[in-house]
């Protein structure tokens, strides 16, 4: 009967013994945690959105699906530079298909609100080619591209963005005109 005490004692010392641990260990974390070192002034993120595009003389407009891969560079907390790859998707009007991309440099104006809150406003160079089916070729151009935006720090490292994006100068043929517009919603992830 004593032994059997003497069992159940070990199995609760040892249990104590193992949350002391985890105890331990999670305190140890979180102050590493609290002393890490500060947050690097580099990101990536990503997001996807609608896009709408021009067609027929301005006349018509096509949607589609849309994503961007981006990574930049904070200066400080009001300023950034940003390079983008965007896929814009893929349209159809008067029996042409066009795929259409984007590749951007851009930099970034931003004015914190408060409790986690910014609001920013971009203007970007942006490389857009357009390529079309039935051996109609490929168009590219460089123009400008426009943009404002809202964040909202999710985490000292992640923030959640919202943006509307103008690009202003797509290549023109086939009937698609040089104006898309987008609206999208992603994270950034701040080393």
Known sequence: ?????????TSINGKKAGLLAVAAAALTLGVGVAHADPVTPYYIGGDVGKTTQRVDGNSQKRTSDSYSIFGGYKFNENFAAEISYTDLGK??????????????LDG??????????GVYGKVG??????????????KD?????????????????????????????MPQANGFNKKDDRLSMGLAYQF
């Open 1 to 9: 009967m004593n032994r059997n005490n003497n069992n159940a004692r």
């Open 91 to 104: 349209v159809s009007f008067d029996g042409v298909t066009a795929k259409n991309k984007v590749y951007a």
């Open 108 to 117: 970034i104006a931003r004015a914190p609100l408060g409790a986690g809150f």
């Open 125 to 138: 160079l942006a490389y857009a080619q357009r390529d079309f089916n039935n051996g109609l070729g490929d």
């Open 141 to 169: 151009k460089t123009g400008l591209k426009l943009g404002v935006g809202v964040d909202y720090a999710l985490t000292k490292n992640v923030s959640l963005r919202a943006e509307a994006t103008r690009y202003n100068d």
